[in-house]
């Protein structure tokens, strides 16, 4: 199956800094990306939806300057948290949409980006 | 109401049991269907993909769509400890264009004890 990697895994930080998460397509071109956010014991909340080349769409109460998306190729979508602060702790992962040309398309997921601010 | 019920478990089996998960929707344009596992500190990993009614079978596991009751099904034969996880539901829409977004069930955590 196609594979999609994150990095890093995991990330500590101070409170106020930033932190850079990147989500790569390995095998496959993914024309949109998914960024989505998920709590212990919690389903998936998605932030945003990537699209190639586009400004990313985000979901309503994401606050877009906050969390910055770049989808700057093909393979590759970044997720940038400003100004980190503790409540910003989470699990984050991304997914990617195989380009195959059907009515739908599977989404597949990395392994997810545990994010703890100090 | 949600768009997407799912009872969140926790569910408890002893091995080689058959594991019965569901979820029920309220949006009739759902098309797609997915089961996703999800491990511990993992990302999701697709299990089954179901286009409208139907069943759909993969070794150990079933999908099964009836669109009629809005309700879909995951059953595991011969559960085993591995199955051990979080099972996620999700389901699309067509006809959305580049906004088409997967909508998410809680997750049932499954316990598979030897």
């Known amino acids: 199956g196609a594979v999609v990697s994150q990095h890093p895994s995991r990330v500590i930080c101070k409170s106020g800094t930033s932190v850079k998460i990147e989500c790569r397509s390995l095998d496959f071109q993914a024309t949109t990306m998914f960024w989505y956010r998920q709590f212990p014991k919690k389903s998936l909340m998605l932030m945003a939806t990537s699209n190639e080349g586009s400004k990313a769409t985000y979901e309503q109460g994401v606050e877009k300057d906050k969390f910055l998306i770049n989808h700057a190729s093909l393979t590759l979508s970044t997720l940038t948290v400003t100004s980190a602060h503790p409540e910003d702790s989470s699990f984050y992962i991304c997914?990617?949409?195989?380009?195959?040309?059907?009515?739908?398309?599977?989404?597949?997921f990395g392994p997810g980006t545990r994010l703890t601010v100090l | 109401q949600k768009e997407v019920e799912q009872d969140p478990g926790p569910l408890s089996v002893p091995e080689g049991a058959i594991v019965s998960l569901n979820c029920t929707y309220s949006?009739?344009?759902?098309?797609?269907f997915m089961w996703y596992r999800q491990y511990s500190r993992k990302g999701p990993e697709l299990l089954m993909y179901t286009y409208s009614s139907g069943n759909k079978e993969d070794g150990r596991f079933t999908a099964q769509v009836d669109k009629s009751s809005k309700y879909i099904s995951l059953f595991i034969r011969d559960s085993q400890p591995s199955d051990s996880a979080t099972y996620l539901c999700?389901?699309?829409?067509?006809?959305?264009?580049?906004?088409?977004?997967?909508?998410w069930g809680l997750g049932t955590s499954l316990a598979v004890n030897p």
């Open positions: 999700a389901m699309e829409a067509i006809g959305a264009g580049n906004n088409r977004k997967l909508i």
């Open positions: 997914s990617a949409r195989e380009l195959s040309g059907g009515e739908t398309d599977t989404q597949y």
């Open positions: 949006n009739s344009a759902f098309q797609y």
